[in-house]
Protein backbone atom coordinates (compact mmCIF):
# COMPACT_ATOMS: atom_id res chain seq x y z
CA UNK A 1 0.00 0.00 0.00
CA UNK A 2 2.77 2.56 0.75
CA UNK A 3 4.16 1.35 -2.89
CA UNK A 4 1.13 2.18 -4.25
CA UNK A 5 0.44 5.61 -2.51
CA UNK A 6 3.79 6.98 -3.11
CA UNK A 7 3.24 6.02 -7.20
CA UNK A 8 0.49 8.28 -7.35
CA UNK A 9 1.98 10.72 -5.47
CA UNK A 10 4.81 10.92 -8.24
CA UNK A 11 2.32 10.61 -11.29
CA UNK A 12 0.72 13.61 -9.37
CA UNK A 13 3.74 15.35 -9.17
CA UNK A 14 4.80 14.67 -12.42
CA UNK A 15 1.31 16.27 -13.84
CA UNK A 16 1.87 19.49 -12.26
CA UNK A 17 5.24 19.76 -13.32
CA UNK A 18 4.11 19.22 -16.83
CA UNK A 19 1.29 21.81 -16.24
CA UNK A 20 3.35 24.65 -15.07
CA UNK A 21 6.19 23.74 -17.81
CA UNK A 22 3.36 24.44 -20.71
CA UNK A 23 1.81 27.55 -19.10
CA UNK A 24 5.56 28.69 -19.13
CA UNK A 25 6.06 28.15 -22.45
CA UNK A 26 2.87 29.69 -23.63
CA UNK A 27 3.67 33.18 -21.87
CA UNK A 28 6.74 33.17 -23.71
CA UNK A 29 5.33 32.58 -27.06
CA UNK A 30 1.60 33.66 -27.46
CA UNK A 31 -0.70 31.69 -30.07
CA UNK A 32 -1.09 33.76 -33.23
CA UNK A 33 -4.59 33.19 -33.41
CA UNK A 34 -5.27 34.70 -29.96
CA UNK A 35 -3.53 38.21 -31.22
CA UNK A 36 -5.54 41.20 -32.30
CA UNK A 37 -4.71 43.80 -35.23
CA UNK A 38 -6.37 47.03 -35.20
CA UNK A 39 -8.99 47.52 -38.13
CA UNK A 40 -8.09 50.19 -40.94
CA UNK A 41 -10.11 53.66 -40.66
CA UNK A 42 -11.84 53.55 -43.74
CA UNK A 43 -11.20 56.57 -46.35
CA UNK A 44 -14.09 58.83 -47.13
CA UNK A 45 -15.49 58.35 -50.46
CA UNK A 46 -16.92 61.04 -53.24
CA UNK A 47 -19.83 60.16 -55.89
CA UNK A 48 -18.01 61.15 -59.03
CA UNK A 49 -20.40 63.97 -60.96
CA UNK A 50 -22.97 62.68 -63.53
CA UNK A 51 -25.52 64.48 -65.53
CA UNK A 52 -28.25 63.82 -67.56
CA UNK A 53 -31.01 65.14 -69.72
CA UNK A 54 -34.48 63.07 -70.45
CA UNK A 55 -37.53 64.14 -71.85
CA UNK A 56 -40.64 62.39 -71.97
CA UNK A 57 -42.33 64.55 -75.20
CA UNK A 58 -39.16 65.60 -77.29
CA UNK A 59 -41.30 66.34 -80.55
CA UNK A 60 -44.20 68.40 -80.79
CA UNK A 61 -46.23 70.29 -82.87
CA UNK A 62 -48.45 73.30 -83.57
CA UNK A 63 -50.10 75.60 -85.67
CA UNK A 64 -48.06 78.62 -87.52
CA UNK A 65 -47.56 81.28 -84.49
CA UNK A 66 -48.17 79.61 -81.55
CA UNK A 67 -45.62 78.52 -79.07
CA UNK A 68 -44.32 75.22 -77.72
CA UNK A 69 -43.49 73.93 -74.06
CA UNK A 70 -41.06 71.13 -73.67
CA UNK A 71 -40.76 69.75 -70.14
CA UNK A 72 -36.91 68.36 -69.62
CA UNK A 73 -35.46 66.60 -66.83
CA UNK A 74 -32.02 67.38 -65.10
CA UNK A 75 -30.82 64.69 -63.74
CA UNK A 76 -27.83 65.34 -61.81
CA UNK A 77 -25.77 63.37 -58.60
CA UNK A 78 -22.36 64.56 -57.16
CA UNK A 79 -20.64 67.78 -55.74
CA UNK A 80 -22.77 70.84 -55.50
CA UNK A 81 -22.46 72.49 -58.98
CA UNK A 82 -24.09 75.44 -61.13
CA UNK A 83 -25.56 74.67 -64.39
CA UNK A 84 -26.40 77.20 -67.18
CA UNK A 85 -28.78 76.14 -69.74
CA UNK A 86 -28.45 77.34 -72.92
CA UNK A 87 -30.17 76.73 -76.84
CA UNK A 88 -29.59 76.73 -80.19
CA UNK A 89 -32.61 77.54 -82.79
CA UNK A 90 -33.38 78.61 -86.29
CA UNK A 91 -33.51 82.27 -86.59
CA UNK A 92 -36.71 84.00 -86.03
CA UNK A 93 -37.42 81.78 -82.57
CA UNK A 94 -36.96 83.12 -78.87
CA UNK A 95 -36.33 80.73 -76.31
CA UNK A 96 -37.12 80.92 -72.29
CA UNK A 97 -36.35 78.66 -69.29
CA UNK A 98 -39.01 78.38 -67.11
CA UNK A 99 -38.58 76.60 -63.22
CA UNK A 100 -41.84 74.98 -61.97
CA UNK A 101 -43.12 78.05 -60.20
CA UNK A 102 -43.31 79.74 -63.69
CA UNK A 103 -39.90 82.08 -63.47
CA UNK A 104 -37.96 82.94 -66.15
CA UNK A 105 -34.55 81.24 -64.97
CA UNK A 106 -30.38 80.72 -67.01
CA UNK A 107 -28.86 78.20 -64.99
CA UNK A 108 -30.11 75.62 -61.75
CA UNK A 109 -27.50 74.73 -59.04
CA UNK A 110 -27.73 71.33 -57.67
CA UNK A 111 -25.92 69.28 -54.93
CA UNK A 112 -24.30 67.95 -53.00
CA UNK A 113 -26.04 64.94 -53.28
CA UNK A 114 -24.72 60.78 -53.71
CA UNK A 115 -28.01 59.79 -55.02
CA UNK A 116 -29.87 61.32 -58.35
CA UNK A 117 -31.80 64.00 -57.87
CA UNK A 118 -34.34 65.31 -60.74
CA UNK A 119 -35.08 69.19 -62.02
CA UNK A 120 -37.93 70.00 -64.25
CA UNK A 121 -37.38 72.88 -66.25
CA UNK A 122 -39.87 74.15 -68.77
CA UNK A 123 -38.35 75.33 -72.41
CA UNK A 124 -40.66 77.52 -73.86
CA UNK A 125 -40.04 78.28 -77.84
CA UNK A 126 -41.86 80.81 -79.66
CA UNK A 127 -41.79 83.00 -82.34
CA UNK A 128 -39.96 86.27 -82.60
CA UNK A 129 -42.19 89.46 -82.54
CA UNK A 130 -43.38 89.91 -86.24
CA UNK A 131 -42.26 86.28 -87.28
CA UNK A 132 -45.06 83.80 -88.71
CA UNK A 133 -43.00 80.33 -89.00
CA UNK A 134 -43.43 78.60 -92.50
CA UNK A 135 -45.08 74.96 -92.25
CA UNK A 136 -42.05 72.55 -91.72
CA UNK A 137 -39.60 71.02 -88.73
CA UNK A 138 -37.72 73.15 -86.29
CA UNK A 139 -34.94 71.69 -84.33
CA UNK A 140 -33.91 72.92 -81.14
CA UNK A 141 -30.68 71.78 -79.03
CA UNK A 142 -30.87 72.56 -75.27
CA UNK A 143 -27.61 72.04 -73.29
CA UNK A 144 -26.94 71.71 -69.39
CA UNK A 145 -23.31 72.89 -68.56
CA UNK A 146 -20.69 73.82 -66.04
CA UNK A 147 -17.33 74.18 -68.28
CA UNK A 148 -15.25 74.67 -64.94
CA UNK A 149 -16.38 71.11 -64.06
CA UNK A 150 -16.18 69.56 -67.51
CA UNK A 151 -19.99 68.86 -67.38
CA UNK A 152 -21.83 69.27 -70.66
CA UNK A 153 -25.25 67.24 -71.02
CA UNK A 154 -27.32 68.31 -74.47
CA UNK A 155 -30.82 66.96 -75.97
CA UNK A 156 -32.46 67.36 -79.37
CA UNK A 157 -35.89 68.61 -79.25
CA UNK A 158 -38.49 68.85 -82.49
CA UNK A 159 -41.28 71.53 -83.03
CA UNK A 160 -43.08 70.75 -85.91
CA UNK A 161 -45.01 74.12 -87.26
CA UNK A 162 -48.24 73.06 -89.46
CA UNK A 163 -49.82 75.18 -92.00
CA UNK A 164 -52.81 77.23 -90.81
CA UNK A 165 -55.54 77.92 -93.24
CA UNK A 166 -57.99 80.72 -92.85
CA UNK A 167 -59.59 83.42 -95.14
CA UNK A 168 -62.31 85.85 -94.68
CA UNK A 169 -64.46 87.81 -96.84
CA UNK A 170 -65.00 91.89 -96.52
CA UNK A 171 -64.68 94.79 -98.81
CA UNK A 172 -62.03 97.29 -99.19
CA UNK A 173 -63.80 99.96 -96.94
CA UNK A 174 -65.00 97.38 -94.56
CA UNK A 175 -68.69 98.86 -95.38
CA UNK A 176 -71.27 95.77 -96.37
CA UNK A 177 -73.66 98.07 -97.87
CA UNK A 178 -74.61 98.67 -101.99
CA UNK A 179 -76.94 100.52 -103.91
CA UNK A 180 -78.30 99.14 -107.15
CA UNK A 181 -80.91 100.81 -109.39
CA UNK A 182 -83.37 98.06 -110.70
CA UNK A 183 -83.58 96.98 -114.06
CA UNK A 184 -79.47 97.50 -114.49
CA UNK A 185 -75.58 96.22 -114.02
CA UNK A 186 -74.58 97.70 -110.53
CA UNK A 187 -71.00 96.73 -109.73
CA UNK A 188 -69.42 96.03 -105.93
CA UNK A 189 -65.90 95.17 -105.27
CA UNK A 190 -65.26 92.53 -102.40
CA UNK A 191 -61.98 91.08 -101.20
CA UNK A 192 -60.79 87.45 -100.22
CA UNK A 193 -57.71 87.54 -98.35
CA UNK A 194 -56.18 84.91 -97.20
CA UNK A 195 -55.04 84.95 -93.41
CA UNK A 196 -53.81 81.44 -92.84
CA UNK A 197 -50.11 80.38 -93.63
CA UNK A 198 -50.63 78.72 -96.18
CA UNK A 199 -51.94 79.05 -100.14
CA UNK A 200 -56.01 78.44 -100.20
CA UNK A 201 -56.64 76.89 -103.71
CA UNK A 202 -59.50 76.17 -105.99
CA UNK A 203 -62.41 78.72 -104.04
CA UNK A 204 -65.53 79.22 -105.81
CA UNK A 205 -67.66 82.39 -105.61
CA UNK A 206 -72.00 81.63 -105.59
CA UNK A 207 -74.30 83.50 -104.25
CA UNK A 208 -78.09 83.43 -102.32
CA UNK A 209 -80.45 86.15 -103.42
CA UNK A 210 -83.90 87.40 -103.65
CA UNK A 211 -86.01 85.71 -106.69
CA UNK A 212 -85.55 87.08 -109.88
CA UNK A 213 -82.05 88.72 -108.85
CA UNK A 214 -79.16 87.96 -111.00
CA UNK A 215 -75.72 88.44 -108.92
CA UNK A 216 -72.55 87.85 -111.22
CA UNK A 217 -69.02 87.13 -110.39
CA UNK A 218 -65.52 88.59 -112.24
CA UNK A 219 -63.71 86.32 -111.60
CA UNK A 220 -66.32 83.44 -110.21
CA UNK A 221 -63.33 80.98 -109.29
CA UNK A 222 -59.79 81.89 -107.63
CA UNK A 223 -57.18 79.39 -108.45
CA UNK A 224 -55.26 79.95 -105.25
CA UNK A 225 -54.51 82.83 -103.20
CA UNK A 226 -50.95 83.20 -101.18
CA UNK A 227 -50.67 83.38 -97.47
CA UNK A 228 -51.37 86.92 -96.78
CA UNK A 229 -52.52 87.84 -100.14
CA UNK A 230 -55.77 89.08 -101.39
CA UNK A 231 -57.65 88.76 -104.31
CA UNK A 232 -60.27 91.34 -105.67
CA UNK A 233 -63.74 90.33 -106.84
CA UNK A 234 -66.31 92.46 -109.13
CA UNK A 235 -69.84 91.18 -108.40
CA UNK A 236 -72.41 92.53 -110.69
CA UNK A 237 -75.87 92.70 -109.16
CA UNK A 238 -79.09 93.22 -111.37
CA UNK A 239 -82.45 93.24 -109.43
CA UNK A 240 -85.29 92.73 -111.67
CA UNK A 241 -86.83 95.79 -113.23
CA UNK A 242 -90.16 96.75 -113.19
CA UNK A 243 -91.65 94.90 -110.35
CA UNK A 244 -88.44 95.50 -107.58
CA UNK A 245 -89.81 97.86 -104.73
CA UNK A 246 -87.59 100.40 -103.43
CA UNK A 247 -85.72 99.34 -100.20
CA UNK A 248 -83.35 97.07 -98.69
CA UNK A 249 -82.55 93.47 -99.62
CA UNK A 250 -79.98 90.97 -98.26
CA UNK A 251 -77.42 88.55 -100.58
CA UNK A 252 -74.70 85.92 -99.07
CA UNK A 253 -72.08 86.19 -101.34
CA UNK A 254 -70.17 82.80 -100.36
CA UNK A 255 -66.67 81.45 -101.06
CA UNK A 256 -65.60 77.61 -100.70
CA UNK A 257 -62.99 75.21 -102.12
CA UNK A 258 -65.16 72.26 -100.02
CA UNK A 259 -62.97 72.60 -97.14
CA UNK A 260 -62.55 75.79 -96.18
CA UNK A 261 -65.96 78.07 -96.71
CA UNK A 262 -67.00 81.52 -95.69
CA UNK A 263 -70.02 83.54 -96.22
CA UNK A 264 -70.45 87.53 -96.69
CA UNK A 265 -73.71 89.39 -96.16
CA UNK A 266 -74.71 92.49 -98.11
CA UNK A 267 -77.03 94.82 -97.57
CA UNK A 268 -78.15 96.22 -101.21
CA UNK A 269 -80.35 99.19 -101.19
CA UNK A 270 -82.31 99.12 -103.93
CA UNK A 271 -83.21 102.76 -105.58
CA UNK A 272 -85.94 104.15 -108.04
CA UNK A 273 -85.03 103.52 -111.79
CA UNK A 274 -83.38 106.66 -113.15
CA UNK A 275 -86.32 107.25 -115.59
CA UNK A 276 -89.16 106.92 -113.09
CA UNK A 277 -87.06 110.03 -111.56
CA UNK A 278 -87.21 112.00 -114.30
CA UNK A 279 -91.05 111.00 -115.03
CA UNK A 280 -91.79 111.79 -111.64
CA UNK A 281 -90.13 115.63 -112.15
CA UNK A 282 -91.82 116.21 -115.22
CA UNK A 283 -94.90 115.34 -113.61
CA UNK A 284 -94.43 117.47 -111.29
CA UNK A 285 -92.89 120.51 -113.34
CA UNK A 286 -96.32 120.38 -115.20
CA UNK A 287 -98.15 120.60 -112.22
CA UNK A 288 -96.66 123.77 -111.01
CA UNK A 289 -97.10 124.69 -114.60
CA UNK A 290 -100.75 124.13 -114.75
CA UNK A 291 -101.36 125.76 -111.32
CA UNK A 292 -99.71 128.67 -112.48
CA UNK A 293 -101.90 129.01 -115.51
CA UNK A 294 -104.65 128.37 -113.55
CA UNK A 295 -103.94 131.63 -111.26
CA UNK A 296 -102.95 133.91 -113.66
CA UNK A 297 -106.63 132.88 -115.63
CA UNK A 298 -107.88 133.71 -111.89
CA UNK A 299 -106.31 136.89 -111.55
CA UNK A 300 -107.50 138.11 -114.52
CA UNK A 301 -110.99 137.77 -114.08
Request: aromatic share 6%.
Amino acid sequence: MLVKSRFILAVLALVLISSLVAGFLASQNPVSAQTSTPAPTPTPTTTPDNLKLESTYPSLSADSGQQFSFNIDIKYSGSRQLLNLTSTQKQGWDVNFNNSAGKTITAVQLGPVDYTVTETVTVVLTPSLGQTPDPGVYPLTITVSNPSASLNQSINLTATVKAKFAFIMDTATGNLNSQATAGSDNHTSIQVTNQGTAAIDNLSLTSTQPDGWIVKFSPDKISSIGAGQKTQVDVVITPPGGKTVAGDYMLNLTASNGTLSQTMNLRVTVLTPTIWGWVGLIIVILVIAGLGVLFMKLGRR
